[in-house]
């Protein structure tokens, strides 16, 4: 329950003492203030503190905010340019350091002060009764393109607000083009999102299909904050807060932003986040391998919590890509790397600048090995050559791309197979302009802008694999699972295939439980069914027995390309809900989607 600040209900009772006849006849009415948030811009004799923003609202008669240590609120009365409190100030009585507490106590002084305020542009001021300027203000972005949140608390659906279970992290990152993403205590997620003002509207919620079974209880937590998303309807952002809220007005989602450290923490100043890493930067180092001389990391992490990564195998002639989402986890003083993978990398903080790798469980690694990343304090963003998914617009002679997994949009070059890319968007497009979903093998290299000095991060298409009209990033931000899915075809020797009328879809089921790996598959006629062998991305399907059906044409031919596919399968490819089955030489013999039935 609410409890008077300290000191205020006494300084305030003098201010109103000494000056009743100023406000007696002042009356909560309409004016410009109405509806406006403010964030401290200047208070004489006290340097604001960015890590610890002080705020002011006006809604209806009442001001609240924060003093940059707590929250508060007041009844104001105001006519013309008058201003004045009219009843007593409560609020939060948090403990915080020196610093935060003289700035918070001088903020209180100057608005139990105000006699009249002066808004003009993007400033507003509060004078005294002299007329001196005792606070001023800059008004306060709603924005949330380009912001990242750690969620505090979250409405549990029994009409509950609850704090986030110890040993999760809950995130949230608005990127441009209104993608929402970040981690959902056990797997990540994504959604679209439109704001304008303080309405959001939060689109239905995809992610990795992981489970969990700690901290206890992460599971339910997870549906009930993705559950809260979907039910926000309005925004407040106040200083380094976010409130989302339902339609009825029901508190559905709080979160600070991300670097913010809560505001009794103790940390008065510096760049330091509340991860402790200095970012943007570059992590670089060379960690030991079991059968090479060892694994040399470039690691690139963005506050935004982007990250991108390459290893190579030195000796081995061997070299993998990737990103996604980090984020971190304060309690354990770790950060994770997840990239759609069923397993994300962990790396324990040891400073601003060093990372160590933890094991697969995200435990330390007891060895007095190298297992360590430096960096420099710089970002020198490494080159991707890897497997892509996203969604393509390409208008008025210009591509882009929007990478699923971090929402980054990139412009695409024409260049490489980009042709094929070109093509396969005018046919399959379900409007000008309208975004498609497609796969790619591609690289993300810097290259000149069109317009302007300078370059910037660009697609580059190696090689194009296909067009989903039906799918979107929402539903695909994950790599579903080889085994135990159940895997559509959609092409066989570059032919597309479809299922026959009155006959069952044609499809591939490879099963593993860790004992017996078998497959069973079908173009609608026999059904096939053999062994299968992995050894990392390398796959060897051993030949099918089969039922015993004639074939009527065209399903005969079929049933053999088939055969020929399952037979030539020495590689395989996932990306988002696609498979590729590909033969030693890395031409495409199935092309195939993942169906949850």
Same mark, same amino acid.
């Given at each position: 329950?609410?409890?008077?600040?300290?000191?205020?209900?006494?300084?305030?009772?003098?201010?109103?003492?000494?000056?009743?006849?100023?406000?007696?006849?002042?009356?909560?009415?309409?004016?410009?203030?109405?509806?406006?948030?403010?964030?401290?811009?200047?208070?004489?004799?006290?340097?604001?503190?960015? +890590?610890?923003?002080?705020?002011?609202?006006?809604?209806?008669?009442?001001?609240?905010?924060?003093?940059?240590?707590?929250?508060?609120?007041?009844?104001?009365?105001?006519?013309?340019?008058?201003?004045?409190?009219?009843?007593?100030?409560?609020?939060?009585?948090?403990?915080?350091?020196?610093?935060?507490?003289?700035?918070?106590?001088?903020?209180?002084?100057?608005?139990?002060?105000?006699?009249?305020? /002066?808004?003009?542009?993007?400033?507003?001021?509060?004078?005294?009764?002299?007329?001196?300027?005792?606070?001023?203000?800059?008004?306060?972005?709603?924005?949330?393109?380009?912001?990242?949140?750690?969620?505090?608390?979250?409405?549990?659906? /029994?009409?509950?607000?609850?704090?986030?279970?110890?040993?999760?992290?809950?995130?949230?990152?608005?990127?441009?083009?209104?993608?929402?993403?970040?981690?959902?205590?056990?797997?990540?997620?994504?959604?679209?999102?439109?704001? +304008?003002?303080?309405?959001?509207?939060?689109?239905?919620?995809?992610?990795?299909?992981?489970?969990?079974?700690?901290?206890?209880?992460?599971?339910?937590?997870?549906?009930?904050?993705?559950?809260?998303?979907?039910?926000?309807?309005?925004?407040?952002?106040?200083?380094?807060?976010?409130?989302?809220?339902?339609?009825?007005?029901?508190?559905?989602?709080?979160?600070?932003?991300?670097?913010?450290?809560?505001?009794?923490?103790?940390?008065?100043?510096?760049? !330091?986040?509340?991860?402790?890493?200095?970012?943007?930067?570059?992590?670089?180092?060379?960690?030991?391998?079991?059968?090479?001389?060892?694994?040399?990391?470039?690691?690139?992490?963005?506050?935004?919590?982007?990250?991108?990564?390459?290893?190579?195998? /030195?000796?081995?002639?061997?070299?993998?890509?990737?990103?996604?989402?980090?984020?971190?986890?304060?309690?354990?003083?770790?950060?994770?790397?997840?990239?759609?993978?069923?397993?994300?990398?962990?790396?324990?903080?040891?400073?601003?600048?060093?990372?160590?790798?933890?094991?697969?469980?995200?435990?330390?690694?007891?060895?007095?090995?190298?297992?360590?990343?430096?960096?420099?304090?710089?970002?020198?963003?490494?080159?991707?050559?890897?497997?892509?998914?996203?969604?393509?617009?390409?208008?008025?002679?210009?591509?882009?791309?929007?990478?699923?997994?971090?929402?980054?949009?990139?412009?695409?070059?024409? +260049?490489?197979?980009?042709?094929?890319?070109?093509?396969?968007?005018?046919?399959?497009?379900?409007?000008?302009? !309208?975004?498609?979903?497609?796969?790619?093998?591609?690289?993300?290299?810097?290259?000149?802008?069109? +317009?302007?000095?300078?370059?910037?991060?660009?697609?580059?298409?190696?090689?194009?694999?296909?067009?989903?009209?039906?799918?979107?990033?929402?539903?695909?931000?994950?790599?579903?699972?080889?085994?135990?899915?159940?895997?559509?075809?959609?092409?066989?020797?570059?032919?597309?295939? !479809?299922?026959?009328?009155?006959?069952?879809?044609?499809?591939?089921?490879?099963?593993?439980?860790?004992?017996?790996?078998?497959?069973?598959?079908?173009?609608?006629?026999?059904?096939?069914?053999?062994?299968? !062998?992995?050894?990392?991305?390398?796959?060897?399907?051993?030949?099918?027995?089969?039922?015993?059906?004639?074939?009527?044409?065209?399903?005969?031919?079929?049933?053999?390309?088939?055969?020929?596919?399952?037979?030539?399968?020495? /590689?395989?490819?996932?990306?988002?809900?696609?498979?590729?089955?590909?033969?030693?030489?890395?031409?495409?013999?199935?092309?195939?989607?993942?169906?949850?039935?």
């Amino acid at each position: 329950m609410p409890m008077p600040m300290m000191s205020l209900p006494l300084i305030l009772g003098l201010a109103l003492a000494g000056s009743a006849h100023a406000g007696q006849d002042l009356a909560p009415r309409a004016t410009a203030l109405n509806g406006t948030a403010w964030t401290l811009a200047s208070l004489p004799g006290h340097a604001p503190l960015p +890590e610890h923003p002080a705020t002011l609202r006006f809604d209806a008669g009442r001001l609240s905010g924060s003093d940059g240590c707590n929250r508060f609120t007041a009844p104001y009365a105001a006519e013309g340019d008058r201003i004045m409190l009219t009843g007593p100030m409560v609020g939060t009585r948090m403990a915080c350091p020196e610093p935060v507490t003289k700035l918070a106590q001088a903020f209180a002084d100057a608005l139990v002060a105000a006699r009249t305020f /002066r808004a003009a542009g993007e400033k507003l001021e509060l004078l005294d009764a002299s007329g001196t300027p005792r606070v001023s203000f800059t008004p306060q972005s709603q924005a949330l393109a380009g912001t990242t949140w750690n969620v505090t608390g979250y409405n549990n659906g /029994r009409q509950a607000v609850v704090s986030v279970l110890e040993g999760s992290t809950l995130t949230l990152a608005f990127a441009d083009g209104g993608r929402l993403s970040g981690a959902a205590g056990c797997n990540r997620y994504l959604a679209s999102y439109s704001a +304008e003002g303080e309405r959001i509207t939060v689109g239905a919620v995809g992610g990795t299909r992981r489970a969990c079974d700690q901290p206890e209880g992460v599971m339910a937590q997870e549906a009930a904050f993705l559950a809260a998303l979907e039910r926000a309807a309005t925004l407040r952002v106040e200083g380094n807060r976010l409130e989302l809220r339902a339609t009825d007005g029901a508190l559905q989602v709080t979160a600070t932003r991300a670097g913010d450290a809560p505001a009794g923490a103790g940390r008065t100043g510096g760049a !330091a986040a509340a991860h402790a890493l200095r970012l943007p930067a570059t992590f670089r180092g060379d960690l030991p391998c079991a059968d090479c001389e060892s694994i040399r990391h470039h690691l690139d992490l963005w506050p935004d919590g982007v990250f991108h990564l390459r290893r190579e195998w /030195r000796g081995r002639e061997l070299q993998h890509d990737a990103l996604g989402r980090w984020h971190a986890e304060p309690a354990r003083r770790a950060i994770r790397l997840q990239d759609g993978g069923e397993t994300p990398l962990q790396f324990e903080i040891k400073g601003p600048d060093r990372l160590r790798l933890l094991d697969r469980h995200g435990q330390p690694i007891a060895s007095p090995l190298p297992y360590e990343l430096a960096s420099d304090g710089s970002l020198t963003p490494t080159e991707l050559s890897l497997p892509l998914a996203g969604e393509m617009v390409y208008f008025a002679d210009a591509a882009r791309f929007t990478e699923c997994l971090t929402g980054r949009n990139y412009p695409m070059a024409m +260049e490489g197979a980009f042709l094929d890319a070109e093509r396969a968007y005018l046919a399959a497009r379900s409007a000008p302009a !309208a975004p498609l979903y497609v796969t790619l093998e591609g690289a993300i290299v810097p290259r000149p802008k069109r +317009e302007g000095e300078g370059r910037q991060p660009t697609v580059v298409v190696n090689r194009f694999i296909a067009a989903w009209p039906n799918e979107r990033c929402e539903r695909a931000m994950a790599d579903a699972s080889l085994v135990n899915t159940y895997w559509r075809i959609v092409r066989l020797a570059g032919e597309p295939v !479809a299922a026959a009328e009155g006959r069952r879809e044609p499809h591939l089921i490879l099963r593993g439980d860790g004992k017996q790996q078998a497959y069973t598959a079908t173009v609608g006629c026999n059904r096939l069914a053999g062994s299968f !062998a992995l050894d990392g991305e390398l796959i060897g399907i051993a030949p099918a027995a089969a039922t015993r059906m004639a074939c009527p044409a065209p399903l005969d031919a079929l049933e053999a390309k088939l055969r020929d596919a399952l037979d030539r399968a020495a /590689r395989w490819q996932i990306l988002g809900n696609t498979l590729e089955l590909l033969d030693a030489a890395g031409t495409r013999a199935m092309l195939l989607e993942a169906v949850y039935l």
